[in-house]
């Protein structure tokens, strides 16, 4: 039997709290004590997308519909989202953090992780650091960002420490607590544990935290029927794995892109168009960026539905009805091609164009509400052929010349008309799992 790691904290997860919410009620002080949602779009059927703790208070959440919210508490300040603002906060928080100690992770946009070495692992010491991590937000970025701070000996400890305390909370799981101070918890709260995966456990008669933990090495192996079931037995007992509750890398990134929920003006057939449009347009600026040719192009396009339709739908054989966080019921209509790999945009144009011609007809059709466009089958310049004969109408120096100007003044500068009635639509969106990279004067 191996020896009880030592009682030290190898990670610091830094979860910033309500962080959309609490970047409006930096910038503008007279929200700040208000409840405050943050929304893509100033419509009663979208979802906030973020709350303040003072809105959290009263029952509104991420996920709460607009209409909801504001019936909850009609002086709701709502908040169409700028997720500029938020990437440059998180930009200048990681930056406040670095003062105190090195950021090695950051997992998403409102997370950080530091590594800690040699005596700063000892308890005493890490708590300082936390203590000075929170100091130097509060200094140098504004006093309106608070943060949560998990101390543990791995990474996917410290994350649940993280979430255990909030706002502002600073807790500790130490290997000589453990597995205890975690048995409270619910299953839903680890990392990795959704809403099916806990399905999942329940179906195999796992129920409660001591129920999981009372299992062995060999029994976490059978119950995720994976070594991720195994580490998962060593990281919650504080020990290591070697990769200290990273997650697993997927390899080289095969794809890339945008979506968005159409805002009132744009739910028709020619708005939703310019808004595919602008998603390609940007989506294609940033596989040259990144340096990528792409093989493939998927358009996925929702189309919200009346009652009687979805109804009729429903009792259509074969009929499927979705049913939208916001509430929409919707059927979805999507598509790819492949071609010879490009990065030009307007070769991807005509590609999306050509999908774009194929998409379904009718009443039910007419009224769509989200759209999506992505870039597959990516691969990296360097394994680029380049073709025999010239490239026809010098399609890369068009869109290399764009790019210069776009990268100068804004990334909607220069673009083919078809966007131009979505030009101001689709601003960048962050997806909490992925941080926007700073293009020139944008974020995208």
């Known amino acids: ?261 159409l805002a009132p003006e744009h739910r028709s057939p020619e708005g939703s168009w310019a808004v595919a449009h602008k998603l390609l347009h940007k989506a294609a600026m940033r596989l040259r960026m990144e340096h990528f040719y792409a093989g493939a192009l998927s358009v996925a396009v929702r189309y919200q539905l009346t009652r009687q339709q979805a109804e009729q739908m429903s009792s259509a054989q074969g009929g499927r009805v979705r049913q939208h966080f916001s509430g929409i019921k919707n059927s979805g209509w999507g598509m790819e091609a492949r071609f010879r790999d490009c990065q030009d945009t307007l070769t991807l144009l005509e590609v999306l164009r050509s999908l774009w011609a194929q998409r379904p007809q009718g009443p039910q059709f007419n009224r769509p509400f989200f759209v999506g466009v992505t870039l597959r089958n990516l691969i990296p310049e360097s394994e680029h052929q380049a073709e025999l004969f010239a490239d026809p109408g010098n399609r890369s120096q068009l869109s290399t010349t764009m790019d210069k100007l776009n990268l100068k003044y804004g990334h909607t500068t220069l673009h083919f008309a078809g966007m131009l009635p979505a030009r101001q639509a689709a601003p960048t969106r962050i997806a909490f799992t992925q941080i926007p990279v700073q293009y020139g004067v944008d974020y995208m």
């Not at 100690?101 to 005493?124: F, K, T, W, Y």
């Not at 008669?205 to 994976?226: N, V």
Request: glycine share 8%; with cysteine; net charge neutral.
């Open 1 to 261: 039997m191996s020896p009880p790691p030592p009682d030290r904290f190898g990670f610091l997860h830094i979860d910033l709290n309500s962080f959309f919410a609490s970047v409006e009620q930096q910038m503008h002080p007279e929200w700040r004590g208000r409840p405050v949602a943050v929304v893509p779009t100033l419509a009663d059927t979208t979802c906030c997308i973020a709350a303040s703790y003072e809105a959290k208070a009263l029952g509104i959440k991420t996920g709460t519909q607009v209409g909801e919210a504001k019936r909850i508490c009609p002086q709701i300040v709502l908040v169409p989202g700028n997720h500029t603002d938020y990437a440059k906060y998180s930009k200048a928080i990681s930056d406040a953090v670095e003062t105190v100690c090195p950021v090695a992770h950051n997992p998403s946009i409102d997370e950080m992780v530091c590594q800690l070495l040699g005596r700063e692992q000892e308890p005493p010491r890490a708590r300082q650091i936390s203590l000075a991590i929170k100091q130097a937000i509060y200094a140098n970025v504004g006093v309106a960002l608070r943060c949560s701070i998990g101390m543990a000996p791995n990474r996917y400890l410290a994350k649940i420490a993280s979430d255990m305390q909030k706002p502002d909370g600073l807790i500790g799981l130490l290997p000589s607590q453990l597995p205890r101070a975690i048995a409270h918890l619910e299953l839903r709260d680890l990392p990795g544990v959704g809403a099916r995966m806990e399905a999942r456990l329940n179906r195999k008669g796992i129920h409660t935290m001591p129920q999981l933990l009372a299992l062995d090495r060999k029994g976490m192996h059978q119950l995720w029927d994976s070594v991720w079931g195994e580490r998962l037995y060593h990281w919650l007992r504080g020990e290591e794995t070697g990769d200290d509750g990273a997650p697993v890398s997927t390899g080289v990134q095969k794809s890339l892109g945008h979506s968005h929920v």
